[in-house]
């Protein structure tokens, strides 16, 4: 491929997520679990401008244009990795910078590292004309990490598997969260390490259930009935007891939130990142502001939207 034929930027948004629901399975021989999810793509987006240049480079900003602590910059980054895996996929032998935006919270339980590689593999697949399939990227995404075949798809939609086993949910009905990440990130082996001492301690209320994990039939209910009641009836995950044993101050704010108007609260994924179902436009947007006022980050985001694409060249 010729740089004649390269254009001078691309830029891609990609969202974060909330899990809806998330039944986590035994531990596995390999130090895995199988899980069943249904995730919802939301509009907390991270922005990713890739160019042309002679090596893999990458620079992450916070929206105000800070520097984000704790991103590698360096090939632990999954954006470059996503990056190099286009290039070695499409025989391209040029480099490209990526200047990512971060929105959705660092090490938050939002999949915002599985959104930046997203938005990479779409934005070299596009910057430099490689063409190439969906099947083609969603089998890259899926090499890449766990969550990365979700943020390319986006909407909503049931995972098995490691999660990556991926089936859209019906239903297009908009959901309104209040979204809050306060301090600092949890680590997911962490979480789903202490998932399993709590589990071992013969907690009745978290043990895995004998047959393989599967997804409650009300969430899917839910999301094609556009009930934002019912679906607060069926939200669920296996991790949050454990994200809440690392993180006690959870717990507290989960309490709080249901006396301030919300319809139900969860963590997001493995924490420490807190997603708050409303009943509508309105009592999220009084949410985000109490919970705010109370010196918390709060954002109200609404769900579901599409994944991963180029917003402009």
């Not at 390999?30 to 919802?40: E, F, L, P």
């Not at 919970?291 to 991963?308: E, F, I, K, N, Q």
Request: net charge negative.
């Amino acid at each position: 491929m010729s740089l004649s034929a390269v254009p001078d930027r691309v830029r891609v948004r990609a969202p974060g997520k909330i899990n809806l629901f998330l039944d986590v399975g035994s531990v596995q021989d390999d130090g895995y679990h199988d899980v069943a999810s249904v995730y919802q793509a939301v509009s907390l987006y991270e922005d990713l401008v890739a160019t042309p240049a002679d090596d893999f480079t990458v620079s992450v900003r916070d929206e105000t244009g800070e520097a984000v602590p704790g991103v590698p910059l360096d090939d632990r980054n999954l954006a470059l990795r996503a990056a190099r895996m286009v290039a070695r996929e499409v025989g391209y032998l040029g480099g490209v910078h990526l200047d990512i935006r971060k929105a959705v919270p660092v090490a938050g339980g939002m999949g915002g590292g599985s959104a930046d590689a997203a938005a990479a593999l779409v934005a070299c697949d596009a910057l430099w004309g490689a063409g190439l399939t969906s099947p083609a990227l969603q089998e890259m995404a899926s090499r890449l990490g766990a969550d990365v075949p979700f943020s390319l798809m986006g909407g909503s939609a049931v995972g098995t598997g490691r999660g990556d086993r991926l089936s859209p949910a019906l239903g297009r009905a908009r959901f309104d969260w209040v979204v809050v990440a306060d301090g600092g990130g949890l680590s997911t082996p962490e979480v789903y390490a202490e998932l399993d001492r709590l589990r071992a301690a013969r907690r009745p209320d978290i043990a895995p259930r004998p047959e393989p994990p599967e997804v409650d039939p009300v969430v899917l209910q839910a999301l094609r009935s556009g009930s934002p009641d019912l679906l607060a009836t069926a939200l669920r995950n296996d991790l949050q007891e454990a994200a809440c044993e690392l993180r006690p101050d959870l717990r507290v704010l989960l309490d709080r939130a249901a006396e301030l108007g919300a319809l139900a609260g969860l963590v997001s994924g493995s924490g420490p990142t807190l997603a708050f179902l409303a009943a509508d436009v309105t009592t999220a947007q009084s949410l985000e502001q109490n919970l705010s006022a109370m010196g918390h980050r709060a954002r109200h985001v609404s769900g579901p939207v599409t994944g991963a694409k180029v917003v402009t060249r």
